[in-house]
């Protein structure tokens, strides 16, 4: 068994800035994955007639100085996010939405050039592919001769000076078991650890035309009444590609996928008219059924709850085991800049 200097478990933005970091220092650094994909909570699909549509993280504002920083470094290009038009606020079915225009002096929210995947390809080929494997998922932790034993579901054994762990907090302590046993005030606080947008379902509808747009409506949508809470035009920056994009109510996880569907179709036509039902496709992201984001809690976790807690800032297993990823980050803990502040944040243990 070959001994890495560190072993980081996980290749969302987190795991991947975390070793870009590491390396920079010289430190040589093996990435584990339990998924296929690369990107762990940023995922970016592309529909056939050219648009990117985000099923994950998306949205940034200038608050994100971390993440903007990196885009910096990374010669990332970004946008502002399209809010001209006519917007709808739905708060009862039987009354039809309110319509409202939000200000261009509203604090602007923005989205990467080509999606946000844009940001893991570039963090990929900078570390290196070489150092990332992934569909290994990661069972147990044993501290061993003054070293760590990490083993995936296969029975294959790594060791590791050091581990750093961007596994959200409450999926951490229920899917990896850890010997010596971790405190248990630190288990029962990532057991009440929220993981950011984890019950969240995510969908998509491609269109050919930006028909909301050429109708004077924004694309943006929020209702307290429909499947179809939160929406936003999703447009490519490059307004090659057209879409719709948002959040459907979390409760219609139970619904079959053609279901949620058809109660999506119906509602954009009845705000929008018929041009909606000529989509070109419709997707979704259940993210609760995600088994490497997703862990149901064992009681009610609040959004955000303990994120950032100061436990999450001390290691565990004799100083070798570090809990990282966007949950545990004293600033903006859930998102993206979130994860990027955490990398930084252990990287510069080291
Ligand atoms: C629907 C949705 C919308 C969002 N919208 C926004 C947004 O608009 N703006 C924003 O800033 N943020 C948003 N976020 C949050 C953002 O995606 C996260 O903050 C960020 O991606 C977290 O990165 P991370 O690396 O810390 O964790 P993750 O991306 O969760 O990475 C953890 C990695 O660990 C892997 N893993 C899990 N278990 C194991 C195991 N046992 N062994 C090995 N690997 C394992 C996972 O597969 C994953 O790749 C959104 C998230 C979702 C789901």
């Not at 971790?182 to 019950?199: D, I, S, V, Y």
Request: glycine fraction near 8%; include cysteine.
């Amino acid at each position: 068994m070959k001994k890495e200097k560190v072993i980081l478990i996980g290749a969302g933005i987190c795991g991947l800035y975390t070793a870009f970091l590491l390396q920079k220092k010289g430190i040589e650094v093996l990435i584990l994955e339990a998924n296929i994909l690369i990107g762990g909570r940023i995922k970016t699909i592309s529909g056939t007639t050219g648009v990117t549509m985000e099923m994950g993280a998306t949205w940034f504002g200038n608050q994100h100085s971390h993440l903007l920083e990196l885009l910096h470094t990374l010669e990332l290009p970004y946008f502002r996010q399209h809010t001209q038009g006519i917007s709808l606020f739905e708060t009862m079915s039987f009354v039809p939405p309110q319509k409202f225009k939000i200000s261009d002096s509203e604090e602007p929210s923005f989205r990467i050039k080509g999606g946000t995947a844009t940001i893991i390809k570039k963090l990929v080929s900078e570390v290196g592919i070489q150092h990332i494997k992934t569909q290994t998922k990661i069972v147990s932790i044993k501290e061993e001769n003054n070293q760590l034993i990490v083993t995936d579901s296969r029975g294959n054994n790594y060791s590791a000076d050091k581990v750093i762990s961007t596994i959200p907090p409450n999926l951490l302590v229920n899917s990896v078991v850890f010997e010596p046993r971790l405190p248990e005030n630190f288990t029962q606080l990532a057991k009440k650890t929220h993981t950011w947008m984890g019950e969240s379902i995510k969908f998509a509808v491609e269109y050919r035309t930006p028909f909301w747009k050429q109708n004077h409506y924004s694309g943006t949508l929020f209702s307290q009444a429909s499947i179809i809470q939160e929406m936003y035009d999703h447009s490519a920056a490059d307004n090659s590609g057209f879409a719709l994009k948002g959040f459907l109510n979390a409760g219609t996880a139970v619904l079959s996928l053609e279901e949620r569907k058809e109660k999506v179709i119906a509602q954009l036509t009845t705000f929008f008219g018929p041009e909606a039902n000529e989509y070109v496709a419709y997707y979704e992201n259940i993210w609760r059924e995600e088994l490497f984001t997703f862990q149901p809690y064992e009681q009610l976790v609040l959004a955000h709850q303990n994120n950032g807690h100061s436990l999450f800032k001390i290691p565990l297993l004799n100083g070798k085991l570090y809990v990282s990823g966007a949950e545990t980050a004293t600033k903006n803990p859930g998102y993206m800049d979130g994860a990027i502040f955490a990398a930084k944040t252990i990287a510069s243990q080291f």
